[in-house]
Nanobody, 126 residues
Framework: QVQLVESGGGLVQPGGSLRLSCAAS????????MGWFRQAPGKEREGVSC????????YYVDSVKGRFTISRDNAKNTVYLQMNSLKPEDTAVYFC???????????????????WGQGTHVTVSS
């Protein structure tokens, strides 16, 4: 059974940093693309970043390029999202996701991500 458990969210001032973690289990982590999504209040969930399993290639949505960095540690079955220079518009629930069937690619179709964690709240406010 796929399990994704996010942590690291919290309240931070504009310009601050947070590092999100996602501990994965129940599937072959080092063979699966991993992604981070977010859902702001009143908005649809959007893909933020992803990292492939094959060559570690990454993708970022334009709004976070240069500020966020995704990485993975296959030995720990964990994917991270380092978020710097945070803005109020980054406030959202952040979700870790994967596709246990292996269809998801990075970059690719966000709709291919079918398994989700419970999310971790990030609030950027002074």
């Amino acid at each position: 059974q796929v399990q994704l458990v996010e942590s690291g969210g919290g309240l931070v001032q504009p310009g601050g940093s947070l590092r999100l973690s996602c501990a994965a289990s129940g599937f072959t982590f080092d063979r699966r693309t991993m992604g981070w999504f977010r859902q702001a209040p009143g908005k649809e969930r959007e893909g933020v970043s992803c990292i492939s399993a094959t060559d570690g290639s990454t993708y970022y949505v334009d709004s976070v390029k240069g500020r966020f960095t995704i990485s993975r540690d296959n030995a720990k079955n964990t994917v991270y999202l380092q978020m710097n220079s945070l803005k109020p518009e980054d406030t959202a629930v952040y979700f870790c996701a994967t596709d246990p069937l292996g269809w998801a690619e990075c970059p690719g179709d966000w709709a291919d991500f079918r398994s989700w964690g419970q999310g971790t709240h990030v609030t950027v406010s002074s």
